[in-house]
């Protein structure tokens, strides 16, 4: 990947700064009231490392590519790392004290050294606090090296998307969660399990090794065993995101509050061997298990948003399996 | 290393530093520096211990107390003029204690400022060129300091707990020594000069410019002997064309005509301005010069030297004051070191207004005794004049011994040398001399200068230092010989007695001479290009570069009109060489040519930059500005969104630019988060995409 050029988004002067050019100017002063040439020689020296340090820390940012492995999965409100590759592509000289950060939701990251062409692997320590899809455009690399003389910043364009999942809660930490087993009832879907659905006619397409053989000699035709499937505990996760325009921030803490807890209770079923499905207004997602399900139901959580009230309840779909309904009114209903 | 300790170990070296020029500057004693060392050292020694411990208050409180004793000793040198040392002295106490009272960081950097303080005072005082590497050692420590002092501050602002990894500096450190070196020098040589050079003299207190000639209006007998026990420079010279044949190197400074107890003096000052010529130079004599020298003099005053075949004076900034002795003084007063360049004649000569003529002062008798009388006449005897000084000049140098130790003191120094030890220094030689012709009716002057010099082959100059002061006569020898009138014509002439072998010494060979030389040389380098570099320097500079610059020029348009002729020499004899108006003429469009050249190349060269600077296109920089473009024609469009969702939003408002944006966003992702590198072909359709999406989006507006 290419460095980016280096672009100064700020170049402040530090105390020690102010010290150093009033120091530079009384020598001068001094010098050319006095004639005298040793002064003007710690003056120039003075005016040099002045100019060197301005040059080596523009240099000292430039030529740094920052690498952002894959966004790990962010809950809102928790401390996640985020793993970057920062590399040094200067062939002549190496990299000290830069800062990674500048954004409130990072923690800064200092890298104290970086040889030249070296690359290191670090982790930015990060948290956020809204859920929804984030997107960071720019960190600021920062330094005050070599002098500390000027504080230099750049703004490094990363376009960084991270997609921030609701606030998971221990299930202990629920309102109203005291885990429930409804809906044990035998799944109707055919499938591979041990247990006999039904004996019917064998149809093309059908595994040849499933022929009741027995049965298929008594009556003269093929009789095919349809097997039942092996799932069985099974969760509707009812959310009811018609609360309408949400002004205050109570109201809005509210939501989110309503959001984390099917998050949360999404998650906990998930970790239980549930099927969870999930419907809200504008979105459902299908009975399912496994991580990909998990995956599913907390983007769609981290990505819903109030919709206007509606006078209609919302329907799972789904009157068969048990189901936990949080909405405005009721909050959490379980059947 | 705990940060507290790196940064009090690195001021502890700092302090064992920056004051170590002050006693070689007699700015202060030994002891004083000394203690202030010990003190530095021990400070060393306790942070190597980790201990931490600053002093209580009330110990630094009686310490400041009990500092009020010195304070007021050291306040009494004010009166001698002496202002730094008593401050010098207040700081190093005050630093020894602030470094045992350090206590939080702002401690660290009071100490910091106040060792930098005692680092300019070392440096102002300095003139010796040993002052270079303690500049660059003392700025080397203190970067090292400053870099650490910023990395701690970085490190300790964003410390996690884990171990600093080791950050190298040694290279770094050593590079930006030699760049601000480099950077330093045009620096240094270019800062503007307000005032005449400034430079410290030695436990001067307020300091002031370097007096070397070592002459002055009153000259006593034992001048010469004080001037030449130091091996000072005085000046350095050097021939720009062939010397003249059998030239001794004698040079005059100064002229006196009355003896008096033991001493010379002049009578009055019969000096005057000489009119700078129309060639711009300054003529003292009729002669047109055969040669030339360059004489560069380390002065303070309006003391001139001139060889003594001088004729003319080339002297840019300044005028010649001339008096009737021939002694030639600068029109206004110098200091530092000037160059000046001198036209000489074939021969010796006593230049002056009154060249052909004497004066009743060359002829007084004041301690001339009898028995001088008769010996003057017994060894000049008969004769033409010039033949009777000829003999007077080789019987004092056969007859008498040169000798720095000679006890000639008494009443009458000059008869005691002559009839007692008949020994004695050049001043003896050349008084005993003025004196017998003039109780032989000759006038007389002594004369007091340099005579020979060291050669420096390292740049081809000769050095005369105060070791080289030497005293001689002139005596007036009329035309005729018959008699010497006042107011008859005739002419000086310069006579030396002292004995040849006695005369300063030039010549001398061997590796300590050849060191020697280049310790001159650099001592020569570091007096006059940067202790005494001041304004007309840098107006010589500037003058110079422009000159380099029209010469550069000049050489080009030659070389363009026809190689290896210059355009101003005649053809062959019969045809006149072009004037300046035609050598411009028939050298313009050649000239005009070759001053496109560099701005030609400077354009060539920006373009070459820009294009190797050049941002690569590519797909995020595509889709960057495709938001961007949005954007600006959409208020309501969210910062955080997405770049799927953005091609919804786009294709939905702008159906027609959907192809583009497609591909534009998919390319994106790929190379954004699938971290794919597109190929030419590629980026390439990305860029045909972007431009027919922002005309789409333009038009749609």
């Known amino acids: 990947m290419r460095s980016p050029a280096v672009k100064l988004e700020r170049v402040r002067i530090t105390k020690v700064g ?11 002063v001094a010098g050319a009231n006095t004639g005298n040439n040793a002064l003007y020689l710690v003056e120039a020296v003075m005016l040099a490392l002045l100019a060197i340090s301005g040059l080596l820390s523009k240099r000292n940012l430039s030529r740094i590519v920052v690498d952002f492995g894959g966004a790990p999965e962010a809950h809102c409100g928790q401390i996640f790392s985020l793993p970057i590759v920062v590399s040094n592509r200067d062939r002549v000289l190496g990299r000290r004290y830069v800062t990674i950060g500048g954004l409130d939701e990072f923690e800064p990251l200092l890298i104290a050294f970086l040889d ?16 929804g899809l984030h997107r960071f455009e720019t960190v600021r690399l920062s330094s005050v090296f070599p002098f500390g003389l000027f504080d230099k910043a750049m703004r490094y364009p990363v376009g960084l998307e991270v997609l921030v999942y609701p606030e998971i809660f221990p299930a202990s930490g629920l309102r109203h969660f005291d885990p429930f087993r409804v809906g044990d009832e035998p799944s109707r879907r055919a499938g591979w399990s041990q247990e006999l659905r039904t004996l019917r006619a064998f149809r093309s397409g059908d595994d040849p090794r499933g022929i009741h053989w027995k049965r298929s000699a008594r009556t003269g035709e093929l009789i095919f065993m349809e097997r039942e499937a092996e799932e069985g505990l099974r969760m509707a996760i009812l959310l009811d995101n018609a609360v309408g325009e949400l002004a205050e921030p109570a109201q809005r803490e509210r939501f989110e509050r309503l959001v984390s807890e099917a998050a949360s209770a999404a998650v906990h079923y998930l970790a ?64 | 290393m705990r940060f507290y300790r790196q940064k009090t170990w690195l001021l502890g070296l700092l302090a064992l530093v920056a004051p170590l020029p002050l006693p070689f500057n007699q700015v202060v004693g030994w002891g004083a520096v000394i203690a202030f060392c010990g003190a530095a050292l021990l400070f060393l020694l306790r942070t190597g211990r980790g201990e931490d411990s600053a002093l209580p208050y009330w110990v630094m409180n009686l310490l400041g107390l009990a500092y009020i004793p010195f304070l007021v000793g050291d306040l009494a040198l004010l009166r001698s003029g002496r202002v730094l040392q008593p401050l010098v002295h207040l700081a190093l106490y005050a630093m020894a204690i602030k470094l045992f009272a350090i206590r939080k960081e702002k401690d660290k950097w009071h100490v910091f400022i106040g060792l930098f303080f005692l680092f300019v005072a070392s440096m102002a005082t300095s003139v010796h060129p040993a002052a270079i590497f303690y500049l660059l050692g003392f700025a080397t420590l203190a970067s090292l300091t400053l870099i650490r002092f910023a990395g701690l501050h970085t490190v300790s602002a964003t410390w996690n707990g884990t171990q600093e990894r080791r950050v190298p500096l040694r290279r770094l450190l050593g590079g930006m020594m030699v760049a601000s070196v480099v950077a330093a020098a045009p620096l240094f040589f270019f800062l503007p000069r307000l005032r005449q050079p400034y430079v410290y003299l030695p436990a001067g207190g307020s300091g002031g410019v370097v007096q070397v000639s070592g002459f002055s209006d009153r000259f006593d007998l034992g001048t010469i002997d004080r001037v030449r026990s130091t091996r000072t420079v005085v000046f350095r010279f050097a021939y720009e064309t062939p010397p003249p044949p059998l030239t001794e190197m004698r040079f ?23 009119p700078r010529e129309r060639d711009g130079f300054f003529h003292l004599e009729e ?28 002297l840019p900034r300044n005028g010649v004051v001339l008096d009737d002795a021939g002694e030639a003084r600068f029109l206004f007063p110098i200091s530092g070191i000037i160059d000046y360049r001198v036209g000489m004649g074939p021969e010796p000569a006593v230049g002056g207004w009154r ?11 004041s301690a001339i005794s009898p028995r001088m009388v008769d010996l003057a006449a017994t060894v000049m005897g008969s004769g033409a004049l010039e033949e009777r000084i000829r003999r007077l000049e080789r019987y004092l140098r056969s007859e008498y011994r040169y000798s720095l130790d000679s006890d000639n003191g008494g009443p009458n120094p000059v008869e005691r040398f002559l009839f007692d030890t008949r020994e004695g220094h050049c001043e003896y030689f050349a008084t005993a001399m003025a004196l017998l012709l003039r109780s032989q009716s000759v006038p007389t002057r002594l004369v007091t200068g340099y005579l020979g010099s060291d050669y420096n082959p390292l740049e081809e100059y000769f050095i005369v230092r105060q070791s080289n002061a030497h005293a001689w006569v002139e005596a007036f020898v009329p035309f005729d010989a018959a008699g010497v009138e006042e107011g008859a014509r005739g002419r000086w002439m310069i006579f030396d007695p002292t004995p040849a072998d006695a005369r300063p010494q030039s010549g001398r060979e061997g590796l300590l001479t050849l060191m020697t030389q280049a310790y001159d040389y650099l001592l020569f380098r570091w007096d006059r290009y940067v202790l005494t570099y001041g304004f007309a320097d840098q107006v010589d500079v500037f003058i110079g570069l422009r000159d380099a610059w029209a010469r550069f020029w000049q050489a080009v348009s030659l070389t363009r009109d026809e190689p290896g002729r210059d355009a101003r020499e005649p053809i062959d004899e019969k045809t006149p060489a072009p004037s300046d108006a035609v050598v411009q003429e028939g050298r313009a469009p050649f000239s005009k040519a070759w001053h496109w050249a560099p701005l030609l190349m400077l354009s060539l060269a920006v373009a070459l930059w820009g294009y190797l600077r050049r941002e690569r296109f590519t797909a995020t920089k595509a889709y960057r500005s495709l938001r961007a473009e949005a954007a600006s024609r959409d208020d309501t469009l969210p910062r955080w969104i997405g770049p799927l969702r953005l091609e919804e939003r786009l294709s939905d408002r702008y159906p027609d630019a959907a192809p583009e944006t497609r591909c534009i966003v998919s390319h994106y992702v790929r190379e954004s988060f699938a971290g794919e590198e597109l190929t030419e072909s590629q980026v390439e359709a990305v860029r045909a995409a972007w431009g027919s999406a922002r005309k789409k989006l333009r038009k749609s507006a």
């Open chain 1, 18 to 28: 102010v010290w150093y050019i009033l120091i530079t100017l009384v020598i001068g």
């Open chain 2, 355 to 365: 060249r052909d003529r004497s004066r009743p002062s060359e002829l007084a008798v």
């Open chain 1, 116 to 131: 030249k062409g070296e690359s290191v692997r670090e982790r930015l320590i990060f948290q956020v606090k809204r859920r």
């Open chain 1, 272 to 335: 239980e061997g549930y099927e969870v499905s999930l419907a809200t207004r504008g979105e459902s997602i299908a009975h399912a298990g496994g991580r990909l399900q998990r995956q599913r139901i907390l983007t769609a959580l981290a990505l819903v948003e109030p919709v206007p009230r509606a006078s209609q309840p919302l329907w799972s779909g789904r009157a068969a399996a048990a189901q936990l309904r949080l909405g405005w009114s009721e909050e959490r209903q379980a059947s």
């Open chain 2, 252 to 274: 005059k400074a100064t002229t006196y005509d009355l003896f008096a107890d033991g001493a010379w003096r002049r009578e009055r000052n019969t000096s005057a301005s000489v």
């Open chain 2, 287 to 314: 002669r047109f010069p055969s040669s030339w020298m360059k004489i560069w003099l380390r002065q303070g005053g309006q003391q001139m030297v001139l060889p003594v075949e001088a004729t003319v004076v080339d």
